[in-house]
């Protein structure tokens, strides 16, 4: 099936630095999304985009959705402690046998020791 | 405003044992999916439900199976719960027209 790459896997945060995540695909789709998994909860929708090209912003949180429509980028400003979980980008993709969404593998943002 | 109901949220299983894990949604949602999440691995979906009284299965079905009970309900089944089948599991349900899915807060279970 179709296969989306979340690059970092993982990643350290200190309090207060900005961090960046991608999510990238050989084929073109036309929603992406970006989800949050903290810690022993199900995933929630963070971020929906529609539009090539198009940036959008949920408080701390940027992201874009790329050109080619065949990536996205996710930007958290300013991180806290409470950022820490995982965060999975999805993409629209009706029927087949992965469902009508397609996720990434996450990228985990843990505290730095 | 429940959304995703999940039971149990915990569950330890012998090799062998059968179980099934319920799920149930509120929001009159018409899809409904189960999935696994192992470590490195993301979100895996088992079995998915587009509309009542249909089920089609997804990536990893082999040794599940689903019952889509009525519009609210759909349950996943173990027949002979293997150490493999370790995981935590997700029910999900999205709605016509809506974007992305709305999970419930997973079952961890455990097969030793």
């Known amino acids: 099936g179709q296969q989306l790459n979340q690059s970092p896997q993982s990643m350290f945060i200190q309090e207060g630095e900005d961090v960046s995540m991608n999510c990238t695909s050989s084929?073109?789709?036309?929603?992406w999304l970006w989800y949050k998994q903290d810690p022993g909860e199900g995933p929630v929708l963070l971020i929906a985009?529609?539009?090539?090209?198009e940036l959008t912003s949920n408080g701390r949180l940027t992201a874009q959705f790329g050109i080619t429509r065949k990536d996205s980028f996710l930007n958290i400003s300013a991180s806290i402690p409470s950022d820490v979980g995982i965060y999975f980008c999805a993409v629209m993709n009706y029927g087949g046998s992965q469902g009508n969404l397609i996720f990434g593998k996450g990228t985990k943002l843990s505290v730095k020791p | 405003n429940a959304g995703v109901t999940q039971t149990p949220k915990f569950q330890v299983l012998k090799t062998g044992q059968s179980m099934t894990l319920q799920c149930a949604q509120d929001?009159?949602?018409?899809?409904m999916y189960w999935y696994r999440q192992d470590p490195g691995m993301g979100l895996r979906l088992i079995y998915y439900s587009a509309s009542e009284g249909t089920t089609d299965k997804g990536e990893v079905p082999n040794g599940y199976n689903v019952s889509r009970l009525n519009k609210r309900e759909f349950s996943l089944r173990l027949e002979s719960a293997a150490p493999s089948q370790t995981s935590v599991y997700f029910c999900a349900s999205s709605g016509t027209g809506g974007v992305g899915y709305t999970f419930g807060s997973g079952t961890r279970l455990t097969v030793v």
């Open positions: 084929s073109i789709f036309n929603t």
């Open positions: 929001m009159n949602h018409n899809s």
């Open positions: 985009l529609y539009k090539a090209g």
